[in-house]
């Protein structure tokens, strides 16, 4: 693939991911509680797909788990933290302005491959926890109140879900970018794409807040 090519995916994905409105992405139910294991169980799986600034991501990570030793490892951290975030949702933790948080945490992302850092592995593992509490917390307001079975079901959903896009995000990179040594503007292209995408989702979440 060309640099113009990297070019145009990378607009045409920020202009796509704008047109979406972040309001609606955070709540695969349309805002229901899940009653049932298999509600909870749907839910996990739309949630992240519908809230782009989780997908984004989720994105991220399975870009640098292609270009890092021991990629899976970096991905795995991800989805347990992001359980672990859940459950403090679930309990009723306070955690103040996370939606900044996850949008700071694409901007992260997004600035990390667009600079190389793709031999950081130690880096990229402690983002990942780190922003997994993040988006988990998020992901925890659809089943605030639900039953436990419908909690299950909502945590097996959302760690399917994720590892499916991360994995699919490394092997489509592995495919396409080959390395960020051999198409440095390929890495760069999509790093920059999803660092727009997070300051977008940053000034929402501030005229919001």
Known sequence: MTQNTFKRLG???????AGISSAAAHH???????????????????HPVIGIDHLAFIVAIGIAAAFVSGGFGI??????ASSIGVLAHVIEL??????LLVAASVIVAGAALAIGLTGARG???????????FHGYAFGETVVG?????????LIGLAIIQAVIATLAMLASRRFLVSAEQSPMGLRAAGGALTALGLFLLVISLVET
């Open 11 to 17: 607009l045409a994905a920020v202009l796509l991911m």
């Open 28 to 46: 695969a139910m349309g805002g229901t509680t899940p009653t049932t294991f298999m509600d909870g169980f749907l839910s996990g799986i739309g």
């Open 75 to 80: 991905i795995a951290g991800f989805i347990a």
């Open 94 to 99: 306070n955690v103040p302005l996370v939606e």
């Open 123 to 133: 880096g990229w593992l402690m983002l990942a926890i780190i922003a997994g509490l």
């Open 146 to 154: 639900a039953e436990r079975n419908v909690i299950g079901g909502y």
